[in-house]
């Protein structure tokens, strides 16, 4: 069977994604997928990246938002209720208790933040640290996030390369320890495809790049496929040939979850 599900979509209410919800609804429906979820960017406290976010108060809308178009496509496709959580360090009594609020079928943690300064996307520009010292942050906080019990799924596993050059030997080091601590956390990890539509990118490839999905893959760490959508033609994106990549690898199964409860299905 083809890849089934697409779990990580947003909406606008994080201020930098277009297009009605119903909208990437429809485009999974063409493409034939069974189960969708939406993941969008959780609030946090003090302000923290308060224009890439949806704001505290609109949380009970978001949520009622999604289960509504549940109701309202049931029987056509499968919508679940996630949440992308920025995990930071300190914030984790806040967010165990925001990611435990709501009925979530499962919760995408991800790392977008090397110190309170220093966000994704700037960290090419503003950053102070030299590349290998921003791997070694960015994975040091993902090691956190895979041993708080905090997500299911961990996001864009090395997105990391987005802003930065090449690292040494010593930044790549962090890798397959990285690897190992999520195999040790026995969550699951996504391969998200938005690195396909990365101009920034050296060539196109996926977050984790192919050959660490390779690594994942041997040290049987359950896996999903999301495309990271910010715009519903941006939905499935280049799933077929990550499809033919880990037919080709021996990937036989992929996870799927429901109220944070994990499963498998065949490919
Ligand atoms: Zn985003
Ligand atoms: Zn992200």
């Known amino acids: 069977m083809p890849i089934q599900t697409d779990y990580h979509m947003h ?14 609804v429809e485009r999974a429906i063409e493409l034939g997928l069974r189960e969708i979820g939406f993941s969008d960017h959780n609030p946090l406290p003090n302000g923290y990246g308060a224009n890439v976010r949806m704001k505290e108060s609109e949380l009970d809308y978001y949520v009622q938002r999604v289960l509504d178009l549940r109701f309202q496509y049931r029987g056509k496709i499968e919508i679940l209720l996630g949440l992308e959580m920025d995990f930071v360090e300190g914030l984790e009594n806040y967010l165990a208790e ?7 079928d499962y919760i995408i943690g991800a790392v977008h933040y090397l110190d309170s300064q220093c966000r994704l996307g700037a960290w090419s520009r503003d950053c102070p640290y030299p590349v290998d010292e921003q791997y070694a942050r960015y994975f040091a906080g993902i090691r956190k996030l895979a041993q708080s019990g905090l997500c299911d799924i961990i996001a864009h596993f090395d997105v990391v390369k987005r802003s930065t050059r090449q690292p040494s030997e010593r930044g790549l080091s962090e890798i397959p320890v990285t690897l190992a601590e999520i195999k040790r956390a026995g969550i699951c990890m996504e391969i998200n495809t938005s690195g396909y539509r990365h101009p920034e990118l050296p060539e196109p490839q996926p977050y984790p790049t192919l050959p660490v999905v390779a690594e994942a893959i041997a040290l049987s760490i359950p896996l999903v496929v999301n495309s990271d959508s910010h715009a519903p033609e941006q939905v499935g994106l280049a799933f077929s040939g990550v499809e033919g990549f880990l037919h080709r690898n021996n990937c036989r199964q992929l996870a799927r979850f429901e109220r944070r409860q994990r499963s498998f299905y065949t490919l």
């Open 98 to 104: 925001q990611t435990t609020r709501y009925p979530f």
């Open 11 to 24: 909406t606008p209410l994080c201020q930098h994604a277009v297009g009605p919800l119903e909208a990437y």
